[in-house]
């Protein structure tokens, strides 16, 4: 059972960025792709981002694209969102998530592992 703690949320003030974490305590985290969702406040939740197992290759929701980037860091089982220019629309809980595969996916159905979530709220 892969086990996936999120951290790094907070009050963030507008055009600001963040810089979220997740660390996995199962050492196959190395063997999937790994994703970040959101869920705003009275919305369903939303891909965000995911990045392959190896790390070369990543895939961005649209209304994060170019100023957003996902990384991994295999040998210390987490990965790292870092968004930049927030927005009031980007205040939700994100969440980090595991895949069954190794290929980047943007489905909530390919996610098998969850964390429990980090808040960010983007207010002034």
């Known amino acids: 059972q892969v086990q996936l703690l999120e951290s790094g949320g907070g009050l963030v003030q507008p055009g600001g960025s963040l810089r979220l974490s997740c660390a996995a305590d199962?050492?196959?985290?190395?063997?999937?792709?790994m994703g970040w969702f959101r869920q705003a406040p009275g919305k369903e939740r939303e891909f965000v981002a995911s990045?392959?197992?190896?790390?070369?290759?990543?895939s961005y929701a649209r209304t994060v694209q170019g100023r957003c980037t996902i990384s991994r860091d295999n040998a210390k089982n987490t990965i790292y969102l870092q968004v930049a220019s927030l927005g009031t629309e980007d205040t939700a809980v994100y969440y980090c998530?595991?895949?069954?595969?190794?290929?980047?996916?943007?489905?909530?159905?390919?996610?098998?592992?969850w964390g429990q979530g980090t808040r960010v709220t983007v207010s002034s």
């Open positions: 990045i392959s197992r190896s790390g070369l290759t990543a």
């Open positions: 199962e050492h196959t985290f190395g063997s999937y792709a």
């Open positions: 998530a595991a895949a069954t595969q190794q290929d980047v996916k943007v489905e909530e159905s390919d996610y098998a592992h």
